[in-house]
């Protein structure tokens, strides 16, 4: 991959160019259709150009190009929007009860960068209560289940 140096940040060269050979149109449920880029084509091109997925769906919006993953949000999260969400990084600590549901609603938002903590390991009484519990993770630390949990809802590439 070619880098240049443009404003102090690493730009890839080609990589627009490789995001709009991707994008695709759909119709839209209400009318009209909208190019897009499919969850394939984000990790395809995020290994391809070592970066990670938040940062090609990021790009593709940038350029008009909606990642089909987030055009139901359209209603209420604006394209500048989901941009600031896909650039957002959080830290949070727990996850637990309430600590798994909000990693979950991040993952799926499209928070780009989440560091999690929590000292804790799951314990039976917990897979009733945590959607992150399962009966593989039983006595396993939580935090090492959040990076499994979120490879899954994530279009990641680590670069």
Avoid at 60 to 78: F, K, M, Q, W
Wanted: charged share 25%.
């Amino acid at each position: 991959m070619a880098f240049s140096r443009l404003s102090g940040e690493a730009k890839l060269i080609g990589l627009p160019e490789a995001i709009r050979e991707r994008a695709f149109t759909t119709p839209l449920p209400e009318g009209g259709q909208k190019l897009t880029l499919d969850t394939r084509a984000v990790a395809d091109l995020a290994g391809q150009f070592n970066r990670y997925g938040h940062e090609i769906e990021s790009l593709a919006l940038g350029l008009d190009i909606h990642p089909v993953r987030y055009l139901r949000n359209e209603a209420s999260i604006t394209a500048a929007d989901q941009i600031r969400l896909l650039n957002t990084s959080v830290a949070q600590v727990g996850l637990g009860g309430l600590g798994g549901n909000l990693l979950e609603l991040f993952l799926r938002t499209g928070i780009g960068h989440i560091r999690t903590a929590d000292g804790d390991i799951f314990e039976e009484s917990n897979l009733n209560r945590q959607i992150l519990a399962s009966t593989e993770t039983l006595a396993k630390p939580k935090n090492r289940r959040s990076p499994r949990q979120s490879s899954h809802r994530q279009s990641v590439s680590s670069p």
